[in-house]
T-cell receptor
Framework: GENVEQHPSTLSVQEGDSAVIKCTYSDSASNYFPWYKQELGKRPQLIIDIRSNVGEKKDQRIAVTLNKTAKHFSLHITETQPEDSAVYFCAASSGSGNTGKLIFGQGTTLQVKP | GAVVSQHPSRVICKSGTSVKIECRSLDFQATTMFWYRQFPKQSLMLMATSNEGSKATYEQGVEKDKFLINHASLTLSTLTVTSAHPEDSSFYIC?????????????FGSGTRLTVV
């Protein structure tokens, strides 16, 4: 089955700097790669996603890149702010329609220092 | 957008008792519901996949007789933790896939914090 590896487990940056989180996946059939931000005790919140037919997607300060050949994808946050501090999870799904299992990476705790 | 309602949000139960968690899709039909468990400072681990009208598929290492899943309708899936023990204390969260094509995504319930005493 699918296995998703996420690094680093913790990341500390100064406000205004960039943060990069990387993930690799094992199932070459995976075609959907979302990134989630999770506050303590809350549900994961989708911040950006990418599908296998594109290599990069950007939404304001957040961008995701996908390398299908290498089976890895990355989250880039620019101009970080203290409110970006949270746990971030990558995930991968190989399903189509509504049948694909969503498998999560181990998570990255991001701390943005003022 | 798609909404999944999950109840209860918190529950405390005595060891040996059973607890039922409900997830309802409010404005769409969830033919498939995924159930996750999240221990403190860990990731979301997929427990099982439930499909409307059929038996759930459990991930390796998850006891199907302990975690009973029922998906009787297109809008309701339930997870029952039977004979709960303190080690079952965790955050349980459901997720449903909604939409098709470019609108395909996953909608999460708000989660249930289970504490077994």
């Amino acid at each position: 089955g699918e296995n998703v590896e996420q690094h680093p487990s913790t990341l500390s940056v100064q406000e205004g700097d960039s943060a990069v989180i990387k993930c690799t996946y094992s199932d070459s059939a995976s075609n959907y790669f979302p990134w989630y931000k999770q506050e303590l005790g809350k549900r994961p919140q989708l911040i950006i996603d990418i599908r296998s037919n594109v290599g990069e997607k950007k939404d304001q300060r957040i961008a995701v890149t996908l390398n299908k050949t290498a089976k890895h994808f990355s989250l880039h946050i620019t101009e970080t702010q203290p409110e970006d501090s949270a746990v971030y999870f990558c995930a991968a799904s190989s399903g189509s329609g509504n049948t694909g299992k969503l498998i999560f990476g181990q998570g990255t705790t991001l701390q943005v220092k003022p | 957008g798609a909404v999944v309602s999950q109840h209860p949000s918190r529950v405390i139960c005595k060891s040996g008792t059973s607890v039922k968690i409900e997830c309802r899709s409010l404005d769409f039909q969830a033919t498939t519901m995924f159930w996750y468990r999240q221990f403190p400072k860990q990731s979301l681990m997929l427990m099982a996949t439930s499909n409307e009208g059929s038996k759930a598929t459990y991930e390796q290492g998850v006891e199907k007789d302990k975690f009973l899943i029922n998906h009787a309708s297109l809008t309701l899936s339930t997870l029952t933790v039977t004979s709960a023990h303190p080690e079952d204390s965790s955050f349980y969260i459901c997720s449903a896939a909604a939409g098709v094509g470019v609108d395909y995504g996953y909608t999460f319930g708000s989660g249930t914090r289970l504490t077994v005493v």
